[in-house]
C-alpha cells in the first residue's frame, strides 16, 4: 500500500512541475551560488558520513532536483545551439579561393554565437555530472549503511534479561498514545471542537463500523449465490466473481479509511496516534489482501476459482496459514514505525522482531510444503517434465523453505534485522507472486469470455502477451518489497528513457513504442489496401486470378516496406545510423544467407514476370499439381493425391517446369489402342474418328486426328489425338474415350489382341516325381501370364538336345 501509495504521490508531482513548467513565462538561469552551496554541505555530509539516514535523503532529494533543473537547462540552452550549427553547416566549408566579405563576416558572427551559446549548455552539463556524481555517492553511503545495519550482530535475543526492559517499552509507548487522546479529550478546547465535529465523526463511525463488521459477509453471500447457481462456471461469471471477490479486500479498506476520518475528527490524536492512523491503511491492505489470496489459492468451495491438488484439510491450512503470515506483515510495519519514532533501544528492537520474524519463517515454512506438495501433483506422471507455471511454484515453494531456515538460524544468531529484512521481503514477493498468477488467470478468462469460449484451456497468445506485460510491470514494485526507495525507481526510469546509444543512433522506450505503433499502423493499413484490391477492384478488371494474386501480394511487399520505413522517419531514427549494420547484414546475407536471399529474388521474379501464376497446372521436379500459394520464399503445388509440395522459388526461375494451363486450358490428350492382324485399318480409322468427334469436350477447330502409328509386335498401333476444351479434364476424356472404343469395337467384331507365349520346359520329369524319370519331355504350352518356378542346372545347359543322361539327370 504504501508503495502505491509513493507512486501515486511522485506521479502526481511529476504531473505538476510538468504543467508549471508548461504555463511558466519566464524562463530564468540556474543560481549557480545556491547549487554551490549544495554542493559544499552534500560533500561535507559524505566525508563526514554522520547525517542521518533522514537528512541524507533530504539531500539526496536536493540533488535529484538540481540534477532535473541542469537537465532542463541544458536541453534549452541545446536548441540554440543546434540552430547555429545547421547554419554554419549551411554556409560549409572555406572555399580554397576564399569567399566574400559578407559571408565571411556571417561565418564570424555565426561562430561568435555558437560559442556564446555553448558556454551555458557546457557549464549545465558540468554541473549535471557533478549531481550525478554526488547522487551516487550517497547511494553508495546509503547502501553500505544498510548493509552494515543488517549484518552487525544484535544482542542475544534469547536473553532474559532484555524482555522485561522490551515489554516495558512496548507498553510505555501505547500507554503514550493513549495519554494524548486523553490529554486531548480533557482540554477544553478540544471538548468544543469535538461537539462541533460530532455529527461528521458519527457519519465516518458508523460507515466504519457497518464495513468493517458486514462488508466480508456481503460478499461472501454474493459469491455463494453466483458459484451456487450454475454446475459449472463460464468465462463471464468467472470473471464476475472475481472481481466480486476483491470485495473482502476493498470494503473493509474503506471501512479502515472511513475509521480514520472519524478519528481525525476528532482531532484527538497526537504525534504517536498520527504515525498509528498513517500506517494503519498499509496494515490493513497486508492484512486483507494475504486472506484474499489465501482464500483464492486454498479455495474451500467446492468448484475452486484456482484449482489445487491438495485435501480440504491442507487448504484450511494454507487459508489460516496466509493469514497469519498477513496480520505479521502489518505487526511489522507497525513495529517499524514506532521503533523509528521512539527510538527503541538495541534489545527491545531485537526481541520484537525476533518474535516477529520466527512466527514468520514457521508459516511461510508451512505455505512452501503445502505448494511444493500441490507443484509435485501437477505432473501426469514422475518422469514427465513440469510445465512452466508448475516449475515456477516448484521453485517458490522450495524457496519459501530455504529462506524460513536461514531467516531462524539467523534470529538465534542474534542478527534479527537481518532475518527479518530476508523474510517479510520474501514474504511480501512471494504473495505479489501469487498475485500475478491468479491476475494471469483471470486475464485468461477475459480473453475467453471476449471470444465465447468456455473451455478449460482457455489460454491465447494475447493472455500471454498481456500477462508478461503485467510482469515487466510489477518489476517496480518487487524492488520496492526489497527496500528500494522510489527515487532509485524514478533515477533508474530517468536511465532507461534515455536509451541504448548505439553510436549516433538512440533507441528509448519512447521510440521503441512508437516505432512498434506506426509499424502495427502501416500494416493495418496495407491489409485493408491489399482485402479491398482483392474484393472490390482486381475482379473488375481484365486480370486472371494468377495476375489479380500478385497484384495483391505486391501490394503488401510495398506496403510493409513503406510502413517500416515512415515508422523509422517517424520514430527519429536515421537511416544513415544504421548503414553500418545494414552492410554488416549484407555481408552476412552474402555468405550464410544465399539461398534464402536466392528464393527471394525468385519470388520477386515470379511475381513480376508470371511465368507460374496461382491455379496453372505445372510439372517441376517430377512434381504435377496445381500452384496454390507464391510466398516470398517458396511455391506450394497441391499435387492430385491433395498432397502439398513446397517447391522453393529458385527452382521454377532456374529450373524446367512444365506448364500445361499457361495462358489458357486448351491441351491435347493421345489415347493408343491396338487392333489385331487382319482388320480393315481404314474402317478402324472411321470408326477411332466418329468417337473422337463424338466427345463433346474435343475442339472441332482444330479437329481430332486418327494416326497409324505402325506394325507394333502384337497388334497394329493406332492413336487419337485431340485438343481438349479444358486440359484439367485430360483423365476424365481419356477414360470417356477407352470406354467408347471397347463398346464400338464389341459391336463391330474388332479384336484387341494380347501377347501370347510359348513356354517349353526342359526336364519335365523332374516336376511329376520319380516315376516318371525316364519319361521323354513334352514341352507344354503355357500363357504368357503363367508362372513357372523350375531352373536349369549347369549340366542342362551343355545338353542342347534335350535328352536326359543314363542315372536320370
Not at 493469514?323 to 519514532?341: N, P
Request: charged share 20%.
Amino acid at each position: 500500500m504504501r508503495a502505491f501509495a509513493q507512486i501515486f504521490v511522485v506521479a502526481i508531482t511529476c504531473l505538476i512541475v510538468g504543467v508549471s513548467s508548461v504555463w511558466a513565462q519566464d524562463v530564468q538561469e540556474p543560481d549557480y551560488g545556491a547549487w554551490r552551496h549544495v554542493v559544499d554541505r552534500a560533500t561535507e555530509a559524505i566525508d563526514n558520513d554522520r547525517a542521518s539516514e533522514a537528512a541524507m535523503d533530504s539531500l539526496r532529494g536536493q540533488l535529484s532536483g538540481w540534477r532535473a533543473t541542469f537537465s532542463d537547462e541544458s536541453s534549452r540552452s541545446r536548441i540554440s545551439v543546434t540552430t547555429l550549427e545547421a547554419q554554419l553547416n549551411r554556409l560549409g566549408s572555406v572555399p580554397e579561393g576564399g569567399e566574400a566579405e559578407d559571408v565571411a563576416e556571417e561565418r564570424r558572427q555565426l561562430q561568435l554565437q555558437l560559442s556564446e551559446a555553448q558556454a551555458p549548455v557546457r557549464r549545465a552539463e558540468l554541473a549535471q555530472t557533478e549531481a550525478d556524481e554526488l547522487i551516487r555517492s550517497i547511494d553508495i553511503l546509503l547502501r553500505n549503511r544498510q548493509a552494515q545495519l543488517l549484518l552487525e550482530p544484535g544482542p542475544f535475543p534469547l536473553t532474559p534479561g532484555l524482555w522485561w526492559p522490551a515489554l516495558k517499552q512496548i507498553n510505555e509507548t501505547f500507554r503514550l498514545v493513549a495519554l494524548e487522546f486523553q490529554t486531548g479529550w480533557i482540554h477544553e478546547k478540544q471538548r468544543n471542537e469535538l461537539r462541533k465535529s460530532l455529527p461528521t465523526m458519527l457519519f465516518y463511525l458508523v460507515i466504519s463500523v457497518a464495513l468493517l463488521t458486514q462488508g466480508m459477509r456481503w460478499t461472501d453471500r454474493v459469491l455463494n449465490h453466483m458459484t451456487r447457481r450454475d454446475a459449472e462456471l463460464s468465462a463471464i461469471r468467472w470473471v464476475m466473481v472475481f472481481v466480486l471477490s476483491y470485495g473482502q479486500v476493498i470494503l473493509p479498506m474503506l471501512g479502515v479509511f472511513a475509521f480514520s476520518k472519524a478519528v481525525y475528527a476528532t482531532d484527538l490524536p497526537g504525534l504517536r496516534g498520527d504515525v498509528m492512523l498513517s500506517v494503519l491503511p498499509l496494515m490493513t491492505f497486508e492484512l486483507l489482501t494475504a486472506r484474499w489470496l489465501g482464500e483464492r489459492i486454498f479455495s474451500r468451495h467446492p468448484r475452486p476459482l484456482l484449482t489445487i491438488n491438495l485435501t480440504s484439510v491442507e487448504k484450511r491450512q494454507g487459508r489460516h496459514a496466509s493469514t497469519i503470515l498477513g496480520a505479521i506483515l502489518a505487526f511489522s510495519s507497525l513495529f517499524v514505525e514506532l521503533a523509528r519514532y521512539e527510538n527503541w533501544d538495541v534489545g527491545t528492537e531485537a526481541v520484537v522482531f525476533f518474535v516477529l520474524s520466527v512466527v514468520a519463517a514457521l508459516f511461510l515454512a508451512r505455505l512452501g510444503h503445502l505448494i511444493t506438495r500441490h507443484a509435485r501433483t501437477m505432473r501426469i506422471d514422475d518422469e514427465a517434465p513440469r510445465t512452466a507455471v508448475g516449475q515456477l511454484i516448484f521453485l517458490m515453494g522450495r524457496y519459501m523453505m530455504f529462506v524460513s531456515l536461514i531467516a531462524v538460524v539467523l534470529s538465534f544468531a542474534g542478527l534479527t534485522r537481518g532475518a527479518s529484512y530476508l523474510v517479510f521481503s520474501s514474504t511480501r514477493s512471494m504473495f505479489l507472486v501469487a498475485f500475478l498468477l491468479v491476475m494471469q488467470r483471470l486475464i485468461q478468462k477475459i480473453f475467453a469470455a471476449l471470444a465465447g469460449k468456455n473451455e478449460e484451456d482457455d489460454s491465447s497468445l494475447a493472455s500471454v502477451v498481456v500477462g508478461i506485460a503485467l510482469i515487466v510491470l510489477a518489476l517496480p514494485v518487487f524492488a520496492l518489497c526489497w527496500g528500494a526507495q522510489i527515487t532509485h525507481l524514478h533515477q533508474a526510469w530517468q536511465g532507461i528513457s534515455k536509451g541504448l546509444t548505439f553510436g549516433d543512433l538512440v533507441l528509448s522506450p519512447e521510440t521503441v513504442f512508437l516505432l512498434i505503433v506506426v509499424y502495427a499502423f502501416g500494416h493495418a493499413i496495407t491489409r485493408l489496401v491489399q482485402a479491398f484490391l482483392r474484393d472490390n477492384i482486381l475482379p473488375k478488371t481484365s486480370l486472371d486470378v494468377g495476375g489479380q494474386n500478385a497484384m495483391v501480394s505486391g501490394a503488401g511487399y510495398v506496403g510493409i516496406f513503406l510502413a517500416a520505413l515512415v515508422a523509422l522517419t517517424v520514430a527519429g531514427i536515421n537511416l544513415s545510423n544504421i548503414a553500418l549494420f545494414a552492410g554488416a547484414l549484407s555481408v552476412g546475407i552474402g555468405f550464410g544467407l544465399q539461398n534464402i536471399v536466392s528464393n527471394f529474388v525468385s519470388g520477386i521474379i515470379l511475381l513480376v514476370e508470371r511465368p507460374v501464376s496461382e491455379g496453372d497446372w505445372i510439372e517441376v521436379g517430377g512434381q504435377m499439381g496445381y500452384v496454390r500459394d507464391i510466398s516470398v520464399r517458396s511455391t506450394r503445388i497441391e499435387t492430385f493425391d491433395r498432397t502439398d509440395v513446397v517447391v522453393p522459388n529458385s527452382d521454377l526461375v532456374s529450373g524446367t517446369v512444365t506448364n500445361y494451363t499457361r495462358g489458357n486450358t486448351v491441351g491435347r490428350v493421345i489415347v493408343p489402342v491396338g487392333v489385331a492382324y487382319g482388320t480393315d485399318t481404314r474402317w478402324v480409322e472411321g470408326i477411332l474418328m466418329d468417337i473422337a468427334q463424338s466427345h463433346p469436350m474435343v475442339l472441332a477447330n482444330p479437329g481430332p486426328s486418327v494416326v497409324f502409328q505402325g506394325f507394333g509386335a502384337d497388334s497394329l498401333d493406332f492413336e487419337i489425338r485431340a485438343i481438349l476444351r479444358d486440359v484439367n479434364w485430360m483423365l476424365t476424356v481419356k477414360s470417356d474415350l477407352n470406354h467408347e472404343i471397347a463398346r464400338r469395337f464389341v459391336e463391330e467384331g474388332i479384336e484387341i489382341p494380347f501377347a501370347q507365349r510359348d513356354v517349353w520346359l526342359r526336364n519335365p520329369e523332374t516336376l511329376r516325381g520319380e516315376e516318371a524319370k525316364n519319361a521323354m519331355p513334352v514341352p507344354p504350352v503355357m500363357s504368357a501370364t503363367s508362372v513357372v518356378s523350375a531352373a536349369p542346372t549347369p549340366p542342362d545347359l551343355d545338353d542342347m538336345d534335350g535328352e536326359a543322361d543314363g542315372d536320370g539327370r
